[in-house]
């Protein structure tokens, strides 16, 4: 029997457009859906590159206005893949006209606009997710069925790192991403809210937190358009733009009604660290650690093995015994980056008309975001604050 379909309207056509388009279309030829999703309308600024974004990414129409978009009645999903600062707007529009909504993270680029997109989704009814892609990966999955069992016991502490090096060079451009008014925050809305996000999903609600921030370069070359984050350095530019957002920024961290610490480290300026999303957590019972650069696996520490055999070991993710990897190929045939998007989608996709789902949405998003805030706040006051 043909399967009843739902008319899907992405916006953004860069990475994170890419990104989600790729999961589109390929969620239904490895995964079992309720539903079949169709690629109807992606949507864009520039007419010329979205027109191209159509045509490469395999969606039916393209269009330049996301209020039409969002609005049109033949669509059920809308997925927000734009960057912070169009994401309040677009999500309580879509919401309005009821729509599903996909929204990438950060949820928005401040707590006030988070909340507001979160009452948005509650009061239409529909189903919501917000883009911590991270979780949806087969190791975090095993990690979190450990958890969930007890298998760490009590947790005493967390560290997690995000570290990329992508602005080292004083040369490379200003981009959107550099700029408060376009990403409100930057290493700590844009990687450190994964790592963020990952511990409250693991571990626990984060309650105070006392932080640092800091911009080590202030002011980088301006370019022609939008520079991206695999531009390379300009030659010596005269024009000048400011960064007027963290380039890294350290967080401790008590967890709520817990016995437990937490330590977080995001910034854009570890050389060599080209994208080491690493989360360590050590409880009572034992110890997992798990780096995204080796995304398949993931070390475990057992206390209870005999004394001859004590050590972390090397657990290869992608079994078929592990959540999603029996979709995709024979044990250990490895999975990437990509697949966590799929996984996303299906999830999204088979849930949809559920009320309590199990993937991370807007109300997750808004957690997240209370507690960057509360970086924000702690860092600029120099002491610890309670997350609100
Ligand atoms: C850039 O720092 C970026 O693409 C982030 O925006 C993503 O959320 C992260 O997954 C990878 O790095």
């Known amino acids: 029997m043909a399967k009843k379909k739902v008319n899907v309207a992405l916006i953004g056509t860069k990475f994170m457009g890419k990104a989600h388009s790729n999961a589109f279309r390929q969620v239904s030829r490895f995964f079992d859906l309720n539903v079949e999703p169709v690629m109807k309308v992606i949507c864009g600024q520039d007419p010329e590159g979205t027109k191209d974004a159509a045509a490469n990414f395999g969606w039916e129409e ?10 049109r009645p033949d669509i059920d999903i809308v997925d927000i893949s734009s960057p912070g600062y169009m994401h309040a707007a677009m999500a309580i529009e879509a919401a309005k006209a009821g729509k599903h909504i996909i ?3 950060p949820l928005a680029n401040s707590l006030k606009e988070a909340k507001a997109m979160a009452a948005a989704v509650k009061k239409a009814g529909v189903n919501n997710l917000c883009g911590y892609t991270y979780r949806f990966n087969p190791a975090i999955q095993t990690i979190k069925a450990m958890i969930g069992r007890g298998d760490l016991g009590e947790i005493f502490h967390v560290r997690a790192c995000y570290l990329q090096d992508w602005i080292v060079d004083p040369e490379f451009p200003v981009n959107w991403r550099l700029q408060k008014k376009y990403s409100g925050t930057g290493s700590l809305g844009d990687i450190g809210a994964h790592i963020i996000d990952m511990a409250q999903y693991l571990v626990g609600e984060i309650g105070e937190v006392s932080a640092a921030m800091q911009t080590f370069i202030k002011e980088r070359p301006v370019i022609e358009g939008q520079a991206t984050i695999a531009a390379k350095a300009t030659k010596k530019s005269a024009k000048k733009g400011v960064v007027d957002v963290d380039d890294g920024v350290i967080v401790l961290a008590r967890f709520k009604g817990a016995n437990t610490l937490g330590t977080f480290e995001a910034t854009r300026f570890a050389p060599g660290k080209r994208n080491q999303n690493c989360i360590e957590i050590y409880g009572s019972k034992g110890s997992v650690i798990f780096n995204q650069e080796d995304m398949h696996k993931f070390q475990y520490y057992n206390i209870a093995d005999p004394p001859h055999l004590q050590g972390f070991r090397s657990i290869h993710a992608t079994d078929g015994a592990h959540p999603y990897a029996a979709n995709w190929w024979p044990s250990a045939h490895l999975i990437g ?31 997240c ?20």
């Open 62 to 71: 393209f269009d330049t206005d996301w209020k039409r978009v969002v609005n």
């Open 369 to 388: 975001q209370m507690v960057l805030d509360a970086v924000e706040k702690a860092a600029a006051k120099k002491k610890w604050v309670t997350v609100k």
């Open 337 to 367: 980056y990509e697949h966590l998007f799929t996984h996303e989608v299906y999830e999204f996709i088979q849930q949809l008309g559920k009320k309590k789902v199990t993937y991370p949405t807007f109300e997750d998003g808004l957690r």
């Open 103 to 105: 929204c990438e993270k």
